[in-house]
């Protein structure tokens, strides 16, 4: 089997492609929207025909490139059923088998870190998403997320495997790859052999984390498979990057906005809405071409209303914001 470990540096995010030597069918686990560029060059590379698109569940901290690499390879996506997705192709049960030209995979439903997540097992490896990660496991205070749920997944599931399993994982922070079922029984301080639930819940209730920055984009475009449904009156960040330099780009965000992790794209004019915007429109010229933006899309897409209100005609909002924007890898 070809298996390839893909990382995406900004959400610390494994992707994998795993493909047949013979039929040069493959699948894609948990691939990122800002990553689908690389992803399909090496698909050619290796002259692999991408068949499916493996989701371990609705990821909250990245934009799943699914529907995108559907729409471009014809790969059909699947999704843990527990997840009742309407953009999955294949919502697989757990314990069903998917195959590949020669690759067999079986699901097993690992829920807990949130209710749909699903374990890929393929021969001597298991990629396990958020549910078992090295030496940790995911988070369990959103997305349904359940600490008796994910003791119950890992202990009696993922441990059920052969200890020489190789666990691949959705992310790392500390720049490990991989590891086995046995050495994750020993040494995983939260769910190794030597805890129990009342350990578990302890010390997840103990470590709290922040709320994730890239949830409120994340989960809602995860749950159509990425895919973010365009209105009339906007335009996606793909469409936006050819464009930057012939259309007048209009930031509606406060200034201390600017300085934040989704930073602002080059050559803008600022124009807060409200006050500093309707002075701006009131100097500005009707005839020109504009793109207003914001954070998420909504605060430029009223912008864009006022400006229509005041007789601008070639007037857009950028879709998503500067958070889709990101996302998109831009
Ligand atoms: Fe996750």
Known sequence: MIFRQLFDLKSSTYTYILGDEETRDSISIDPVRSQIERDLKLLQELNLTLKFILETHVHADH?????????????????GSKTNLKCADILIEDGENLECGNIKIT?????????????????NKVFTGDALMIRAC???DF??????????SVREKL???????????????????V???GEEKKFNPRLGLSQTLEDFIAFMEEHRLPYPKMMDIAVPLNQSCGKMEKEEFEITPDELVPETGNVILVDVRGAEELKGPSGYIE????????????????SANPEAPYVFICERGRRSALALFEA???????????????????????
């Open 267 to 282: 050559g803008i004019v600022l124009a807060t809405l409200g006050e500093d915007l309707n002075s701006f429109l009131e």
């Open 159 to 177: 441990f059920a495997l052969p200890d020489e399993t190789l666990v691949y994982t959705a992310h790392d922070y500390l720049g490990r790859m």
């Open 107 to 123: 699901a097993l439903h690992t829920p807990g870190h949130t209710n749909g997540c699903t374990s890929y097992w393929v021969d």
């Open 63 to 79: 934009v799943t490139s699914a529907s995108h690499l559907r729409d471009r390879t014809g790969a059909k996506t699947v999704y």
């Open 138 to 140: 995911g988070r369990t």
């Open 179 to 181: 590891s086995t079922i």
């Open 308 to 330: 229509r209100a005041r007789g601008f005609q070639d007037v857009k909002s950028l879709q998503g914001g500067m958070l889709y924007w990101r996302a998109c890898g831009k």
């Open 143 to 152: 997305q349904e997320g359940s600490n008796e749920k994910l003791f119950k």
